[in-house]
């Protein structure tokens, strides 16, 4: 097993209209809210493992729309990742009706080495619909939600393993039934981690390629920088998790069913893309030219992109900044037009 002793701070006593989301975002560190959730009706049917009850709840505000599930052998001992030549994925995917996904867990929670089930990432309010009004939702009593309104995801399964990845949004991750084990690591371990291909993945973002059941040093050495840096959250049902956008996370299943619901947001206006894309045409563009030329390339990034965003364009008239001035909707969608336009050349 990785060797990580750093605990993440739990935080208890918070009530569940009292979230500290000013304090959240400006440590911009992952924190554990103890039972903030603990009262939702979900969360009580699924208490001490009852997995038939809290999939009874589920089926109450299924209306029919399939889902995508992945399935795994016994052999992937529930770690979602690829196979052995790294030539496809060690599972399948396939859309299926909810109640018989919950079917099929069902019949092998008992089952010492079970097939790995798994559904990930599913919009809760397309899928569920009246889940959250049904008193299964957080607070979310802040005014960067109005701005910036979360997706809310439920993610279902027996004992999975959801391998060390990052996402582009900030988290609030809420164990609703089952046991949760996230191990987290901060943005600028990334060479630390291994990161494996850009494609394709198993969900969607980039994987680690360490097996943090049996860590291989030989072929990872720096991982052991990487444990050094890193930080475990240990959830039961109700517990809350919070860390930023860009955290990797290794996330674990404990239980034989377990039930996660979470919420991503971004901070940025809607108009701006994607920071992925421009690491992609960076890759295109940058990465294979002399190191010199890169050196002065950094440069030039660090001053117009890294550095204050009013640095490059404080010098010029107002009117004469053009893409160097504040972006909004109609200077972004002339920028981005810009762009496609020498891309397509």
């Known amino acids: 097993m990785a060797e990580i002793t750093r605990r993440t701070e739990v935080v208890t006593g918070i009530a569940p209209d009292a ?26 049917e699924g208490l001490n493992n009852a997995a038939a009850a809290a999939m009874d709840h589920l089926r109450r505000f299924y209306q029919g729309r399939p889902v995508t599930a992945y399935t795994g052998a016994p052999e992937i ?46 919009d809760l309010s397309l ?22 309104p979360p997706l809310a995801s439920i993610w279902i399964g027996n004992r999975t393993t959801a391998t060390c990845h990052f996402d582009m949004s900030h988290n609030i991750a809420v164990c609703v039934a089952g046991q949760r084990r996230f ?4 943005p600028d371990q990334v060479a630390n981690l291994y990161p494996g291909p850009l494609e394709p993945t198993p969900g969607g973002q980039v994987v680690s390629l360490v097996d943090f059941r049996a860590p291989d040093y030989e072929r990872f050495p720096r991982f052991r920088d990487a444990e050094a840096a890193g930080q475990v959250a240990e959830m039961e049902p109700g517990d ?12 674990e299943a ?32 940058l990465r294979d030219r002399p190191q010199p030329e890169k050196d002065a390339w950094k440069a030039l990034f660090d001053y117009y992109i890294f550095g204050p965003a009013e640095q490059a364009g404080a010098h010029i008239p107002e009117a004469a900044r053009g893409a160097l001035g504040t972006l909004n909707d109609m200077t972004a969608r002339r920028l981005r037009a810009q762009l496609l336009q020498k891309l397509n050349r």
Do not use: C
Request: hydrophobic share 50%; net charge negative; glycine share 6%.
């Open 183 to 186: 191990t987290l690591f901060p």
């Open 254 to 285: 404990l239980a034989p069913f377990n039930i996660l619901v979470n919420y991503w947001w971004n901070t940025s206006p809607a108009f701006m893309d994607t920071p992925m894309n421009t690491l992609l045409h960076g890759l295109l563009s």
């Open 19 to 44: 979230i500290a989301f000013d304090e959240l975002m400006a440590a911009q560190k992952p924190v554990i809210l103890k039972g903030v959730a603990r009262d939702w009706p979900l969360v009580r």
């Open 127 to 148: 899928y569920l619909p009246g889940l959250r009004e049904a008193g299964n939702d957080l607070n979310l009593n802040h005014p960067m939600f109005v701005a910036n």
């Open 240 to 251: 809350v998790l919070f860390y930023p956008a860009l955290w990797w996370h290794h996330v």
């Open 77 to 122: 001992g529930g770690r979602f990742f690829y196979r052995d030549d790294m030539a496809g994925l060690n599972f399948t995917a396939a859309r299926i009706d909810l109640s018989a996904f919950l079917e099929e867990v069902a019949a092998h929670l008992d089952d010492p080495a079970p097939p790995s089930f798994y559904i990930g990432s599913t």
